[in-house]
């Protein structure tokens, strides 16, 4: 089976390879460990070199998102428990049958101020807020399509921000379009292409045979969290009217579900070894 080419592919990097692999076959069991071996075939059967991968785990070790210990002669990972946790939301967007469309009507706004002396917290919340779909509309102004759970999606933040940051629930009123605003907020024309991008690479890949499904299983939910991190689900009225993101969701679900066994079925067969490690759900 020849892998997928577009601009996206240049864009996976072993760390959202290895995040999308633990996302789909770790998460629902996160005290299975994963032999290095394990990752360093599929993500070499994504085009990334063995020593990219090791750098990569070390890494994702390095910032507590996993835990490493030798088994016999092979090295294995498992998930720590910030590490599953910040796995949980992306697997929610993963499997979402509508990642695509906003929740709820309106637009939520948020605006902080988070002291010069804590640009890690400032990063922090900034990360946050553009995979929840923020974008900055003015200095220090935030903006998202629809209804937003700040509470839930800075829990571990908040304690941290307290007074530093307001946020409200705002609708469009009469004679102050938003259009403009969200074209100034959005690259509309950089989410179009990634969307573009996201078809060409994949409308001509199969499934060949089982012995590369999972490698593809791990390139597509890769490319799939890149273009969901890049589409806020913006309001179709405020698109042009052939708006590529259902096609994009279609051929994706499509994928997913072609990819679904043979990548189980892989994962299950290479996977044992190391602190027994369960046969995944196929889904």
């Given at each position: 089976m020849s892998t997928a080419s577009s601009?996206?592919?240049?864009?996976?990097?072993?760390r959202e390879l290895a995040l999308a692999l633990l996302g789909e076959y770790v998460l629902d069991d996160p005290d299975t460990w994963?032999?290095?071996?394990?990752?360093?075939?599929?993500?070499?059967?994504?085009?990334?070199?063995?020593?990219?991968?090791?750098?990569?785990?070390?890494?994702?070790?390095?910032n507590g998102i996993l835990r490493r210990?030798?088994?016999?002669?092979?090295?294995?990972?498992?998930?720590?428990?910030?590490?599953?946790a910040m796995l949980t939301e992306a697997g929610e967007r993963v499997r979402n049958p509508q990642p695509l469309h906003?929740?709820?009507?309106?637009?939520?706004?948020?605006?902080?101020?988070?002291?010069?002396?804590?640009?890690?917290?400032?990063?922090?919340?900034r990360s946050t807020l553009t995979w929840e779909g923020f974008a900055p509309l003015r200095d220090g102004l935030w903006i998202a399509p629809g209804v937003v759970d700040l509470q839930r999606v800075l829990a571990s933040l908040l304690p941290?921000?307290?007074?530093?940051?307001?946020?409200?629930?705002?609708?469009?009123?009469?004679?102050?379009?938003?259009?403009?605003?969200?074209?100034?907020?959005?690259?509309?024309d950089a989410i179009h292409a990634a969307h573009v991008g996201f078809i060409d690479a994949w409308s001509d890949s199969a499934v060949a045979d089982a012995s590369t499904a999972l490698s593809m299983r791990v390139m597509l939910v890769a490319d799939w969290l890149a273009l969901v991190r890049t589409d806020p689900g913006l309001p179709r009225?405020?698109?042009?009217?052939?708006?590529?993101?259902?096609?994009?969701?279609?051929?994706?679900?499509?994928?997913?579900?072609?990819?679904?066994?043979?990548?189980a079925r892989e994962f299950a067969r290479q996977a044992p070894a190391a602190g027994g490690l369960a046969e995944p759900a196929i889904r």
């Amino acid at each position: 089976m020849s892998t997928a080419s577009s601009p996206l592919l240049g864009s996976r990097s072993p760390r959202e390879l290895a995040l999308a692999l633990l996302g789909e076959y770790v998460l629902d069991d996160p005290d299975t460990w994963v032999r290095a071996g394990l990752f360093i075939e599929v993500l070499e059967g994504a085009g990334i070199q063995p020593p990219a991968t090791r750098a990569a785990l070390d890494r994702l070790e390095q910032n507590g998102i996993l835990r490493r210990e030798r088994h016999g002669r092979e090295v294995s990972f498992v998930l720590t428990t910030e590490g599953a946790a910040m796995l949980t939301e992306a697997g929610e967007r993963v499997r979402n049958p509508q990642p695509l469309h906003a929740d709820g009507d309106g637009w939520t706004l948020a605006t902080f101020s988070v002291p010069e002396g804590q640009r890690t917290l400032r990063h922090r919340l900034r990360s946050t807020l553009t995979w929840e779909g923020f974008a900055p509309l003015r200095d220090g102004l935030w903006i998202a399509p629809g209804v937003v759970d700040l509470q839930r999606v800075l829990a571990s933040l908040l304690p941290e921000l307290g007074t530093g940051l307001v946020a409200f629930h705002a609708r469009e009123l009469d004679g102050f379009p938003i259009a403009d605003a969200v074209r100034t907020a959005w690259d509309i024309d950089a989410i179009h292409a990634a969307h573009v991008g996201f078809i060409d690479a994949w409308s001509d890949s199969a499934v060949a045979d089982a012995s590369t499904a999972l490698s593809m299983r791990v390139m597509l939910v890769a490319d799939w969290l890149a273009l969901v991190r890049t589409d806020p689900g913006l309001p179709r009225n405020l698109l042009e009217p052939e708006w590529p993101a259902d096609r994009s969701l279609r051929l994706y679900l499509r994928l997913r579900d072609e990819t679904a066994a043979p990548a189980a079925r892989e994962f299950a067969r290479q996977a044992p070894a190391a602190g027994g490690l369960a046969e995944p759900a196929i889904r």
